[in-house]
Structure formats: structure tokens, C-alpha cells
């Protein structure tokens, strides 16, 4: 059984990384093609030539105006998918139509409905418009996984292996020393997961960036809709400052950390990430500092995982894993996966 | 008295695990206000799940009159 769940809405790129060029990404074990139109919007369809499936990312096939052109027989397809010339004829078989994706640009990213098109609402679609706009000033970017995307999510839902596994940079003693409240709203699907600190050791990563120095208050306050977007909300402050009644929060710098985790295949994923902050908002050193670091701290996870994903591979079945306190939060997401990925087989046996 | 963070979510069905402050037990609370403290998150996850099998809710918070009379 695949451990993907269809029906979602997940994010294939940044809006940055589509132009009227032709592009190809695997999602979901799907090799899909987006290209930008002459007006400006992102189509998304599948990358394979309905004929002989020759990939319509490949060269020779190529972009003339809004529509592609197959590199190996010229079968050429419109934006909506609609193939409208095949070679040496004038009939267009009905069925010569490459599927096609719901596809919204939102926030900086491109999503993608994979699934039954008919259920695509774009509204569900999970919100961080932070990393688009006036008041903010985002780095990101993405890194390959080679391991299966619930052990991304394993990863980001318990941050005491940050004192660990990211000494020196997010990590300090307090982060896995601090008790945990974790909320699960099954019917929104939201695990939200607080860890407040409220007299910690500032870690590089932050008093680099902000210039807070010795001890600090420092939240970090999870949501993670699964499957895709994952958000951390990071709070850092002067030891003794909370948030105002109104909700704001003047002594604070506030860094929103993203985390898009989209399944290339069973075994390999797409780890988009994104620093949002609020403060020096003009300074490239920050943005050039948190931008290497964050980086740094995503590879250091990707090593880590990439080991796992091999043992796990190959490990016989039945390893019994032992989970503690730390890991509540990562329970709460492997059994909100594992329904999202089995109400697919329900859907397809019925 | 066992320190509790600031609900965030605000849906129905709402579940809450908190990590009690100074020890290593983790108290559950479900939607229904029945509530249980544990010592493996496994075990935790299978009794909020079973809702509402063996779920007593919480009793109501004694008045304050009674309180001070205490």
C-alpha cells in the first residue's frame, strides 16, 4: 500500500522556479510538467507524450508560443492539456489529452491537486502569507531526500533533536529539556505543538540574526497541516517579555519558519524550506546568514535521514520502535497520515 | 496543580496532551473533558482514541464557596 495520500494539495515549486520554459518535478510519484503562458499563469500536466511517452520536458520537445511540442513525433499539446496536432493527419484521436493538474500560485509556492480533479478545492489550501509579503523578508529554498517523506515529518515534529543533531546552530540544552503541550484537531487537520522557553540559551542561529545576547525567551509553537505544509512559529524575546493583550508584541523578533514536505516517491522527497522574519528586513548579511544556516541545519537533517531511509529499506519487517514523551506530536501526524493515505484505497476498493 | 499552556486550537473535537511540568507523565485530555495521565505516548494516543470507551469526564471545578470553607 503507498504511504502517499492522494487528494491533496501539495506544493511542487516556487513561483521563482516557473517561466515560459518548459519544467519537470515528480510528485507523488507522478512526473508532472509546468510551464508559465504567455499570460503569465502556471499549467501543470503530466510530462509524458500520450503517443509513446516520450518526456515533454526532454529536448527536443520544446515550447512554441502556448503550446508543446513533442520532441519525438511533434504530437502538440495546448495549456489545457488538449493535444490539437498529431503527425501526418488531420484527425486528432478524442482521447489524445495529457492530464491535467489543478494548480494554485499562492504565497510564493505552486500547488498542485494530485488526485481526483472534482475534489480540488482551492480553499484548503493552508495559508502562510509571510513569505509573500510587505513587512517580511523571506530566504528559502529546497534540498533533495532520499528517504520517504513521513520520516521529514517524524523529523519536524519533535524539535528536541535540535540540541543534538543541530548543536551549534538551533540547538541548545534547553529545547530538549523543555516539557511539551501538544493539540490535535482531527477534524480541521491541525497538530499544533508548543514548546515555550522561557529563560534559554540564545543559539547562534538567532543571536547572530538578532542581536539578542546570553539568555532569551524563545517559543517555538508548531502547526503542521499534514500532509504538506508545515509551519514553526518562532518567537524570540528579552527573558520576562510576553506578548500584549492585543496581540502585540513590540520586544519580540518573530521568524517564521516553513517547511513544505512533498513526496517525490515512496522513498524520496522534496524538502522546500522558508525563513520568514520580521526584523532587518533590508540587511542582506541577515538574510546571507540565516539563509546558510538554515541550509546548513536542513542538510544535517537530510544526512541523518538519508542513513534512516537506508535502513529502513532494509531492515527485515517488524522493527519495533520505542517512543517517548518527545515523540507525541510525531504519533499525532503518522496516524493523521496514515488514515489520509488509507482513505485513498478505501476510495479506490468501493 | 499541574500548569496547563493556553489552548490554541478552538475546533469540538479537540485533543490535548500536555507533558506535567517537573515529572516525566504526559496527561491527556479528549474533547469529552475526560482526562488520564501516562507514561507512554503510545498507550496515551490508544486510550484518547478510543473515545469513548472508558472516558469518565472530568468533575466539575469545586465552587469557590466550598473552597473556602476547606
Known amino acids: ?350 | 496543580m499541574i500548569p496547563e499552556a493556553p489552548p490554541v486550537l478552538n475546533g469540538d473535537r479537540v485533543y490535548r496532551i500536555h507533558w506535567v511540568l517537573g515529572t516525566d507523565r504526559l496527561r491527556a485530555v479528549c474533547h469529552c473533558s475526560a482526562e488520564r495521565e501516562f507514561e507512554d505516548p503510545v498507550e496515551l494516543w490508544e486510550w484518547l482514541l478510543g473515545h469513548p470507551a472508558g472516558h469518565v469526564p472530568a468533575p466539575a471545578p469545586v465552587p469557590p464557596r466550598e473552597l473556602a470553607a476547606v
Open chain 1, 1 to 350: 500500500m503507498s504511504a502517499i495520500p492522494r487528494n491533496q494539495w501539495y506544493v511542487a515549486a516556487y513561483g521563482r522556479e516557473i517561466s515560459h520554459e518548459l519544467f519537470s518535478r515528480t510528485l507523488c510519484d507522478e512526473p508532472i510538467l509546468f510551464w508559465r503562458t504567455e499570460a503569465g499563469s502556471v499549467t501543470a500536466t503530466s510530462d509524458r507524450c500520450v503517443h509513446r511517452r516520450f518526456p515533454l520536458s526532454q529536448a527536443p520537445s520544446r515550447l512554441v508560443g502556448d503550446q508543446v511540442v513533442c520532441g519525438y513525433h511533434g504530437f502538440t499539446y495546448g495549456a489545457d492539456g488538449k493535444c490539437v496536432a498529431v503527425p501526418g493527419q488531420t484527425r486528432v484521436p478524442r482521447t489524445a489529452r495529457l492530464t491535467s493538474y489543478p494548480v494554485v500560485e499562492q504565497d510564493s509556492f505552486v500547488w498542485v491537486w494530485i488526485g481526483d480533479p472534482a475534489l480540488a478545492d482551492a480553499s484548503r489550501i493552508p495559508r502562510v502569507p509571510y513569505l509573500d509579503a510587505a513587512g517580511w523578508t523571506t530566504v528559502s529554498g529546497r534540498e533533495p531526500l532520499a528517504a520517504r517523506f513521513s520520516l521529514l515529518v517524524d523529523n519536524l515534529l519533535d524539535l528536541s533533536h535540535e540540541t543534538y543533531l543541530h548543536g551549534g546552530y538551533i540547538g541548545t540544552p534547553e529545547v530538549a529539556n523543555t516539557p511539551i503541550t501538544t493539540e490535535v484537531d482531527d477534524e480541521a487537520g491541525v497538530i499544533y505543538v508548543s514548546r515555550h522557553m522561557d529563560d534559554a540559551e540564545c543559539p547562534p542561529f538567532y543571536s547572530r540574526s538578532t542581536g539578542l545576547e546570553g539568555r532569551i525567551a524563545r517559543w517555538q509553537d508548531i502547526e503542521y497541516t499534514p500532509p504538506c505544509l508545515y509551519k514553526l512559529h518562532s518567537r524570540i524575546a528579552p527573558v520576562g517579555s510576553v506578548p500584549n493583550p492585543d496581540g502585540t508584541d513590540p520586544d519580540a523578533f518573530h521568524v517564521e519558519v516553513v517547511y513544505a514536505i512533498t513526496p517525490e516517491t515512496e522513498n524520496s522527497t522534496h524538502d522546500f524550506w522558508a525563513v520568514a522574519r520580521d526584523f532587518a528586513l533590508e540587511d542582506a548579511e541577515v538574510s546571507a546568514f540565516l539563509a546558510e544556516n538554515n541550509r546548513t541545519v536542513v542538510l544535517q537533517d537530510v544526512e541523518a535521514l538519508d542513513v534512516l531511509e537506508k535502513i529502513i529499506a532494509t531492515e527485515p519487517e517488524g522493527y519495533q520502535e520505542l517512543s517517548i514523551n518527545i515523540d507525541t506530536g510525531g504519533l499525532a501526524a503518522r496516524r493523521m497520515l496514515a488514515r489520509m493515505a488509507g482513505a485513498r484505497d478505501e476510495a479506490t476498493t468501493r
